[in-house]
């Protein structure tokens, strides 16, 4: 009796696409170099420079005012926290308006979603610009970019993940004639709980990074003293205040990871 014989296809097609993709991703890369007029052999040639200039105006740094600092890590974080979580509340009731699950009339979750499409393609440094144009300098400006930015990514989340909910439990409590509010509380919102840890903590570890950004043009926290003291040549107590903010978003990694892990 003949043994049968395994033949392995070769997807030659598939193969040749692969190389074309990845030939056009090249060609595409050359040419974005030669556009921009980047010159990546003088780039190499400038870094000794580069780290000599850092190395000789930024060591040691200059923790002597370390005390005075406290208060702008304090504001940094507290930023975070007042902007994720103020933001998270709208973007729940945005998510619940854009859902399939929830919202049975397609003109309003179009609209809401055209509105969250619009905030969340803003980048956050425009908003804090704008807001300082309008309210000046300011705690008030950076918890305000914070909380649109964080608004738009979190209400697009959250809908996404309302959709993914099975409509199973919630037909069956339709069917037994419960009300809105029960359909919400009783089934959408246990299933949705975990979901919702997990995009808002996401969005806290982000925003610990972009309330330190937002302090450079003028919104408070540990970004304004770092650009303070760059424009002033005090490199070494910025190079200090940076220390502290890599130290930060390290600790908020940490706590958030140890955080999800107990949740789960």
């Not at 580069?50 to 002597?64: E, S």
């Not at 709208?90 to 699950?101: I, Y």
Request: charged share 10%; hydrophobic share 55%; net charge positive.
């Amino acid at each position: 009796m003949e043994k049968p014989r395994f033949v392995i296809p070769l997807r030659v097609e598939s193969n040749k696409g692969r190389i074309l993709n990845g030939l056009l991703v090249v060609v595409a890369v050359l040419l974005s170099f030669a556009y921009l007029q980047i010159n990546l052999v003088e780039a190499f040639r400038s870094l000794p420079a580069f780290v000599g200039f850092f190395v000789q105006n930024f060591f040691p740094a200059n923790f002597t005012n370390i005390r005075s600092y406290l208060p702008l890590v304090a504001e940094t974080v507290l930023f975070a926290i007042v902007g994720t979580y103020l933001s998270a509340f709208f973007a729940f009731v945005c998510g619940l308006l854009m859902s399939e699950q929830t919202n049975p009339y397609p003109l309003v979750r179009t609209s809401v979603r055209m509105v969250i499409s619009f905030l969340r393609n803003i980048p956050v440094l425009v908003w804090a610009s704008l807001f300082v144009y309008i309210f000046g300098i300011g705690n008030m400006v950076g918890l305000l970019a914070l909380t649109v930015a964080t608004l738009g990514f979190l209400a697009r989340s959250y809908a996404d993940s309302i959709d993914e909910i099975g409509s199973s439990k919630l037909e069956a409590l339709r069917a037994a004639g419960a009300s809105y509010w029960q359909i919400l509380f009783h089934g959408l919102i246990p299933e949705f709980i975990p979901s919702w840890i997990n995009w808002t903590l996401f969005s806290f570890e982000i925003n610990i990074r972009a309330s330190s950004i937002l302090g450079m043009v003028g919104a408070g926290g540990m970004g304004i003293m770092i650009q303070t003291n760059i424009r002033l040549f005090k490199y070494r107590e910025a190079f200090a205040l940076i220390i502290l903010l890599v130290l930060l978003v390290l600790l908020t990694e940490f706590a958030v990871n140890q955080l999800r892990k107990r949740i789960a």
